[in-house]
């Protein structure tokens, strides 16, 4: 038993040496943790796993994704801020959660530590009625909720996510007071949009135009510019409400991994997305591809951020 | 006969060498994974969604499909064989199932569950293919208010559970009701009794429970009496049911098979209900209830059926509304989508060798885990001739692998052992931990239901008795209770109890 157990110890000391020296190789020497913060089958998952053919071939490089799911991602970005700064360890990421966490709560990691490396998906936020629902435009949806406080509910996947505060953004921008009401996931919130449960079902662009679309009727998106996805659907601004949202997905390392290890990462992300292979998948399962390296995504969280300070200082959504 | 065409189409989908051997595939794989606590078909199925990118899409799905209802015939061994539920509808196989397998009586256990199961997906096969698209419009009349009756009828069942005192399984029903509000609030987004550990954010994993209480506790309890170690005191007397067990079993499977068909279509807790609402049944209709708990073969019989058939069942809201029901309905979404299929109504109309392939491929698998699963009852029942300090770490072991599997933590593996000793002490104590698990399970479905169907009535509680399926749930859950409360009975429950003091 004794003599078994210190052969371990010198071979886990002899595969600890090999992997000290192997920097200088990435990515070859050891396959590449990719965490996701949610878990198997959600939309950030399948996107992970529809991408992972491809990024291996870019990067000729073996990808391992791990599932992390749990409080909103927290659990996985504290991993990912915990990890060696190898460049073997990324996360996704997913906005608005990322920064709405950082102003709901006291996080267990520093988000000054996590730096985003590449934007994926940029996915607005949309409001879906059922096909056969009296509201046509979002004027029609505000006047029944000037006419009657209240009675016109919005189903979201959860509270602080990107349809919730689409909510709040909207009651504020509009005069007006709506019943929001909370479901584990998106799922669940079309479930109820179809049984004629609620009035009108939060969901992202992708969520609603992968599925069946002859039972629901999208009313109007919160993204700042017309969708490829649904090109017919009206933005919010179109309609004279000034309400931005959109849940964005991408990948982050951490901030000390070396500048050429996270370039030629990003580089990588870059060539998939632009993989008409890879475009054709991607357009299956309707995902709006925006591509943006970390510098550009980056640029643009501080003024997010800070919208949600704003919102929070007003309307808290946690209580 | 247009029904007929469509099920001879289904058959030569169904039929190529190629879709039968990833039918095959799937159902092996389940089977497998169903045996090891813990590993899901969920996270199953997201590792192989990559390997289905390079496969037609039907055998992709039927690979898929297979791997889900294969894990419902394996996830019954281990609650038989060694008191290890993997996952809530076998927590009820494993009260009775594993009495049996105490008793010798492993292999007619084992049998009965794969012959049950067996019927179950056939008749549920053909449910879905007559009735399917009407079924699935009516599990859209399913609000809030209708979930909160449902959930109310549920917890009332979960109080026959027990074969012993009504005042524990009530006070074990509490427990797991307080063991349920661990977590983020869906409501408010605040956290309630994590006691600031991020890993409890989300409260605790079904898993992490049903293998401390059931599997740990039982390893325990078992070594500290040695005479009862080696897991069966008495002579394995034949594999096969005797003529007296077929004679109980049938109509309890014909019973489990209607009740699971029925609630798997409800997305969302419906499949769980069903196997415990199957046992309820079986224990009330039963003209010897005190047998239940102690090997009583319905007890087995029912709710196997019912749990197999709401697997079958719950295909109907995605196959038809493309509204997955639960995880494993999403992950088979993402793989439709995945190949360009939406599904809903039109896939019925577009792609019919698609989805009547599909239907014929279920039935094709559950006939094959039936040929899979009978010849190898005499190798899983010789498993309980190993000796028990042989088999005790085995089963330590998958019991770790499957708690860590489910979110990757090690957090989670401490807290199973922790529920371990609880468990003990409960058993301890003489309180089942079947009802505990129940509540547990419910009273998230319960309180989010409540207050969903409050928020979106603006504060007016007439919502549950103006929808009529809720004021029917109401109704229906008030007899039980009257019928809980009948003297005679409590009667019968007490002599039964005190029997086991004897």
């Not at chain 1, 659990?75 to 997913?94: C, H, M, R, V, W």
């Not at chain 1, 370039?263 to 591509?291: G, H, I, M, R």
């Not at chain 2, 069942?313 to 999403?330: E, K, R």
Request: charged share 15%; aromatic share 8%.
């Amino acid at each position: 038993m004794l003599k078994a157990l210190k052969t371990f110890c010198i071979g886990a000391l002899a595969v600890s040496a090999t992997a000290g020296v192997a920097h200088a190789e990435w990515p070859k020497d050891r396959p590449i943790e990719i965490i996701v913060a949610f878990a198997p089958g959600g939309s950030t998952d399948v996107m992970a796993r529809a991408m992972q053919p491809y990024l291996e071939k870019e990067l000729g490089a073996k990808i391992v994704i791990i599932n992390k799911p749990g409080a909103s991602g927290e659990i996985a970005y504290t991993q990912l801020s915990q990890a060696k700064p190898d460049g073997y360890t990324f996360s996704f990421i997913n906005t608005p959660g990322y920064l709405s966490m950082q102003v709901q709560r006291k996080l267990r990691y520093d988000p000054k530590s996590i730096q985003a490396v590449a934007r994926i998906v940029d996915d607005p936020t949309a409001f879906v009625v059922k096909a056969d629902s009296p509201l046509k435009s979002l004027k029609d949806l505000v006047a029944q909720a000037k006419a009657n406080p209240k009675s016109v509910s919005v189903g979201s996947s959860g509270v602080g996510t990107d349809d919730h505060l689409a909510t709040i953004l909207l009651e504020s921008a509009a005069g007006v007071s709506l019943t929001h009401v909370p479901f584990p996931g998106a799922g669940e919130t079309r479930t109820a949009l179809l049984g004629g449960h609620i009035t009108v079902g939060g969901l992202n662009v992708s969520e609603f135009a992968s599925g069946d679309t002859s039972s629901v009727r999208p009313l109007v998106h919160f993204g700042d510019k017309r969708s490829p996805e649904a090109p017919d659907v009206p933005m919010a601004q179109e309609q004279g409400f000034e309400v931005f949202m959109s849940s964005e997905r991408g990948l982050a390392a951490r901030r000390d991994v070396p500048a050429d290890i996270r370039t030629k990462f990003s580089d990588a992300v870059k060539k998939v997305v632009d993989n008409p292979e890879f475009k054709e998948q991607a357009k299956k399962l309707s995902l709006p591809l925006a591509y943006l390296s970390g510098e550009e995504w980056e640029q643009q969280m501080p003024k997010r951020l800070q919208a949600f300070q704003d919102i929070w200082n007003k309307t808290p959504w946690v209580q | 006969m247009e029904l007929f065409d469509s099920l001879i189409l289904g058959f030569s989908a169904a039929v190529t060498p190629t879709n039968l051997l990833f039918c095959l595939i799937g159902a092996l794989l389940g089977t497998l994974i169903g045996v090891l606590p813990g590993i899901g078909p969920t996270a199953t199925l997201a590792i192989l969604l990559p390997i289905t990118f390079f496969l037609p899409p039907l055998a992709a799905l039927i690979m898929l499909a297979g791997i889900f209802y294969g894990a419902q015939y394996g996830g019954s061994t281990t609650a038989i064989l060694v008191n290890l539920p993997g996952e809530a509808s076998s927590v009820v196989t494993a009260l009775d199932g594993y009495q049996m397998a105490k008793q010798g009586r492993a292999g007619a256990a084992l049998a009965i569950a794969a012959l049950g199961s067996f019927f179950a997906g056939t008749v549920a096969t053909i449910g879905l293919a007559i009735a399917g698209p009407t079924l699935a419009g009516f599990a859209l009349s399913f609000g809030p208010a209708e979930y909160f009756s449902l959930t109310i009828f549920g917890l009332l069942c979960a109080t026959v559970l027990a074969s012993g005192s009504v005042i524990k399984a009530i006070a074990m029903i509490g427990i797991g009701l307080v063991l349920g509000w661990v977590g983020t609030d869906v409501n408010s987004g605040s956290e309630r009794l994590t006691f600031g550990a991020v890993e409890l954010f989300d409260g605790i994993e079904f898993v992490v429970i049903a293998v401390g209480l059931f599997g740990i506790a039982e390893i325990i309890i078992n070594l500290e009496t040695p005479e009862l170690r080696g897991l069966i005191a008495t002579k394995i007397s034949r594999l096969w049911p005797t003529r007296d067990d077929f004679q109980k079993a049938w109509p309890a499977v014909l019973r489990g098979t209607a009740l699971g068909t029925f609630l798997g279509i409800l997305p969302g807790g419906g499949a769980t209900l069903s196997a415990f609402s199957a046992y309820t049944l079986e224990k009330k209709v039963s003209r010897q209830p005190q047998q239940f708990g102690r090997g009583a073969i319905q007890g087995v019989a029912g709710p196997e059926a019912a749990n197999n058939a709401g697997a079958q069942s719950s295909f109907i809201p995605l196959l038809t509304l493309g509204i997955p029901s639960n995880a494993v309905m999403a992950m088979l979404l993402g793989a439709m989508t995945i190949h360009g299929i939406t599904p809903g109504p039109s896939v019925m109309q577009n792609q019919p060798d698609l989805f009547w392939g599909l239907i014929a491929s279920m039935w094709i698998g559950n006939l094959m885990l039936l040929v899979i699963n009978l010849p190898m009852i005499g190798l899983w029942v010789k498993l309980l001739t190993v000796p028990y300090r042989l088999l005790y770490p085995a089963i330590l072991l998958f019991c770790c692998v499957g708690v860590y599997s489910v979110s990757n933590r090690a957090f989670d593996v401490a807290l199973a052992v922790g529920f371990g000793f609880l468990g003990y002490l409960f058993r301890k104590a003489k309180c089942e931990p079947g009802p505990l698990l129940l509540g547990f399970v419910l009273g998230p479905l319960l309180e989010t239901n409540l207050r969903r169907a409050m928020l979106i009535s603006q504060g007016s509680p007439s919502v549950f008795i103006d929808r009529p399926i809720s004021l029917a749930l109401l109704i229906a859950s008030a007899a039980l209770f009257l019928l809980l409360l009948v003297p005679a009975i409590r009667k019968t429950r007490e002599e039964a109890f005190v029997d086991e003091e004897a």
